[in-house]
Structure formats: C-alpha cells, structure tokens
C-alpha cells in the first residue's frame, strides 16, 4: 500500500523528503505522490510542502486506519494481512468469517467502533467511536486446543507491557484484565474452533479503553481509560502498533513450548492478584483462598485456607477479588 509506505519514510525520515525522492523510491510518478499527499492531508495529516525541499510531515490524526497502522507495524507475521473497518458489529465475528474464508495466522482485524461487540461470559463490550481500540488477531497455532487457551495471557502480558511502556502503572487480573488504579482498562476474549487434538483457528479479540472520558453509569466504577489515569490522550495506532509487536515476540517465545515457562516470571511480576484473597466461583463448589501466582499451564494457583494448593482453570471458574475489583 503506497500511501502506507510514504507516511512510513515520511514519518522516519523527520525531515524533508523531496517528491522525486518519493517518486523514485515507490516507483510512481509526481502526480500520483501529490494526490497521495493530499489524501493524507484531507485525513488530517499536517504535511509541510516547500518549494526545493519536499514534504515534512508534522503531526498525525488520532486514526484507526489502514495507513496509520500500517506504516506503524514492525512485525514480520503478525498484522501482515490488515483488515481495518471504520465501524463492525464485532472484530471476533469478522476475524472468524475471514478465517473460515481462508485467512492466514497474523490477520488483524482492527475497527473504530463496534455494534455489537462482545464480552466474556455472554456480556457486551461497550464499543463507542471515536476513542478506542477494538482488534482480534487470527491464529492457527499447531498445537493442542487446551494449550491455545493460554494465549490469552499471552495477549495480556503483550497489553500490560505496551501499556507500562507509556508510564502507566498496568498489571493484570488473572486470567486477562488489564488493570490500572484498581480498574479495567482492557479485556480480552479468545475464541477457537477445533477439534478434539485439532485447531483450525483461534481468535483473540481485544479491547482498550484508551481515550474514553465518559463511562455508562454501569460500568463506571470498574471500568477506567488511559486517557483519564494518564491526564493526556493516547495516539491509539501507535499504542496497537507496540502490542502487536509485543505480542509477536511472545508468541514466539510460546510457541517454542507451547507453555508459559519462559513468560512466567514476566506475567508473575505483573499479576495483582498475587497474594491477595480471592473467591473462587468453581462450579463445583465456592471456596475462598490466597492466589500464590499461576503455573506453566496458565492455572491461578490458590492457597486453601487449610494450606492446600488449588490450580483453577480460567475456563472453569471466575476469581473475584474479596477487597474490590481485584
Ligand atoms: C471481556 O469481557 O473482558 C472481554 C472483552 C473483549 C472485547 C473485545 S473488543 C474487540 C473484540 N471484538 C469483540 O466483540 N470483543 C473483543
């Protein structure tokens, strides 16, 4: 995508970039540069054109779009295919037709707003325009079905980091809420379509509040952006930029084993549940205990009251904080 690679070397370069440097570089004539250069500035793309020097560009819109993302991504796999819809009913629904339809692993499906976007447990996703960060990543990882469920924590671990690299203080709720100043600022829903010993595809759609101010009523006391815990707005392509590239070097990480071992000390650094009481809401029973971190396998390990070491399933259960959210 032309557009995408110009904004890219304008944006590298920081400096003037002459129009036969564009045109030679991508291969296109004048014309064609300049009506580029102007479909970006009718974007909002504020770029300086001078007589003798070039194009500089100065400042970029806040945009969920092909461009803006893609002149971003550093990845090789991850991103490679970028589906970028200005709104969707939901970015899991759309990932999973493409992948039916024969997506490759590393499809990014990325929109501004969401219809009907969807939360765990049957929930919805509050979805507004304009603000934040919708995406579902497609995979097709050759392992076994009960070891994908793990890369939830994986997107997790790659949120949290791309989130503390902006100097906010995010940890994760076990298994993939991503929590600053007590509240959620992300969740994140994996869906998979398998069989028994065989995956076809996994999902992994995410959600971030990022430059929300306002919150429905409902979710108001647990739900926060970073805009409000950071007093200042978040160039939201920049931010999904970083945590698909995070998330490329942990899934590499991961896949080696197709565990957690070698993220374990990362995520348990992270985990705010650890060492805090919690309840579990098992199925086969209620119980309270301490969480203690979690293991290879991705379990929340929780401490009986009578010393006895439990490994929760997040697909099972739910943990609830005893003091709040957490
Ligand atoms: C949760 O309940 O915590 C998970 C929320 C996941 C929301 C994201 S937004 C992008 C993707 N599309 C959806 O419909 N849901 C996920």
Redesign the pocket.
Known sequence: MKKAEILKLLRESGDYLSGQELCSRFGVSRTAVWKIINQLKDEGYEIEAVQNKGYRLQSSPDLLEEGEIASRLGTGRMGNNLICLPST?????DAKKAAEEGAAEGTLVV?DC?E??????G?A?S?PAGCNI???LLLRPPCRPEQACMLTLVMALAVAKAVRELGLDAGIKWP??IVLSGK?V????TEMSAETDYIHYVVI???INVNQEEFPEEIGKTATSLKREKGEGVARATLLASIIGHFERAYEVFSASWDLRSLLPAYQELLLNKDRPVRVLDPGGEFQGTARGINESGELLVEREDGTLEAVYAGEVSVRGIYGYV
């Open positions: 009913g939901s970015t899991n629904v929109t969401q009907a976007g969807r939360g765990r447990r929930r996703w979805s919708y995406f579902t993939n809420d959620k992300c969740g994140i829903l759609g995410t959600g």
